[in-house]
Nanobody, 124 residues
C-alpha cells in the first residue's frame, strides 16, 4: 500500500512561486501514475495535473499548464508540482494522489491513494 506525504505549501504573494513535493512509500512508485488535485474553500476538489510513470504530463487548463509544472523523480519516490505566477484563485489545499496503474487520469475515483494535503495561500 502506497503512502503519500505532501509538503511545500505556504503563504505567498501573488506572482510568487512554490514547489510542492509528494514523497511516496510502501509501494511501487515508479510504476504508478501520479496526480495533483486541489480543493478551494467551499468548492469541490478538482484535478490540476497528472504524470505517467515515464513522465508524460497532463494539465487541467491552459492557465495551469502555462504556470505549473508536474514532474517526478522515481529514484527519490517523489512527485513535484512547481507553481509559478501564482494567483489568489490558486489558494487551496493541494493533494497528491497515486494510481495503481501507469496511465494518467483526471477523475478522483481513478486514484487509489491520497495524501493528507498541503495548504497553499496566495495573497493579493
Amino acid at each position: 500500500q502506497v503512502q503519500l506525504v505532501e509538503s511545500g505549501g505556504g503563504l505567498v504573494q501573488a506572482g510568487g512561486s512554490l514547489r510542492l513535493s509528494c514523497v511516496a512509500s510502501g509501494g511501487t512508485f515508479s510504476r504508478s501514475a501520479m496526480g495533483w488535485f486541489r480543493q478551494a474553500p467551499g468548492k469541490e476538489r478538482e484535478f490540476v495535473a497528472a504524470i505517467t510513470w515515464i513522465g508524460a504530463t497532463l494539465y487541467s487548463t491552459d492557465s495551469v499548464k502555462s504556470r505549473f509544472t508536474i514532474s517526478r523523480d522515481n529514484a527519490r519516490n517523489t512527485v513535484y508540482l512547481q507553481m509559478n505566477s501564482l494567483k489568489p484563485e490558486d489558494t487551496a489545499v493541494y493533494y497528491c494522489a497515486a494510481r495503481s496503474t501507469t496511465a494518467r487520469a483526471i477523475k478522483e475515483y481513478e486514484y487509489a491513494t491520497w495524501g493528507q494535503g498541503t495548504q497553499v495561500t496566495v495573497s493579493s
